[in-house]
Every structure is written in C-alpha cells, then in structure tokens.
C-alpha cells in the first residue's frame, strides 16, 4: 500500500511563504506523476500542480501561476511545494497525490492521496 504523507503546512500571514513537503513510503513510486490538490472550506476539491516522474514539464493552476512551484526528488521520493505570495484565498488543506501520468492529475484525478496538511493565510 502506497502512503504519501504530507508536512510543512502552518499559519502565515498574507504574502508570506510556506514550503510543503510529501514523502511517498514506495521507491517505484519514482516512475509516477506527482502533484498538489487543495480544498478550502466550503470549497471543490481543487488541482494546484503535478509533475512528471522526472520532475519536469510542471503544470500549474492559473490560480498560483507564478507564485508556487512544485519539484520533486526521486531520490528521496519526496515532492515540495514552495508557496510565496500567499493570500487569504489560499487557504486550505493541502493534499498530496500521484497517478501513473501527470494528465491524470490534471484531470483533478489521483490514485493515491495524502491525509493532507493545513494551510491558513491570514489577512
């Protein structure tokens, strides 16, 4: 059984950062895409960003364009996201995820999700 367990979520105020990380307990776990979802209250289940198995070709929300950025190790089969500019609207769980290809996750599909890590911007 896969498990991906997330970490680094936390209170910031508006325009601060946060750096969230997802661990994966399977090696060949490497060989998947990789990505983000997200789900305010009261709010839809919301794709953020996915990555390829290599760690190249991220795809992002319009909504965090330019403000997040999504890597990957293999190595150590943990995958970050570096939230700057945060603002109240990015309030959140945070969930990890991954799937065979990244259009899965593109899709707002995932095959094995996180138990997620709260996120809450102040304003």
Known sequence: ?????????????TGGSLRLSC???????????????R?????????VAAVSWRG???FYADSVKGRFT??????KTTMYLQMNSLKPEDTAVYYC???PSRETLLKN????????????VSS
Not at 23 to 37: E, H, I, K, N
Not at 39 to 47: A, I, L, S, Y
């Open 23 to 37: 661990a994966a307990s399977v090696r060949t776990f490497s060989y998947w895409a990789m990505g983000w979802f």
């Open 56 to 58: 190249s070709n991220p």
């Open 97 to 99: 995820a991954t799937a």
């Open 1 to 13: 059984q896969v498990q991906l367990v997330e970490s680094g979520g936390g209170l910031v105020q």
């Open 39 to 47: 789900q305010g209250p009261g709010k839809e289940r919301e794709f």
């Open 70 to 75: 999504i890597s990957r190790d293999n190595a």
């Open 109 to 120: 599909e995932y095959t094995y999700r996180g138990q997620g890590t709260q996120v809450t």
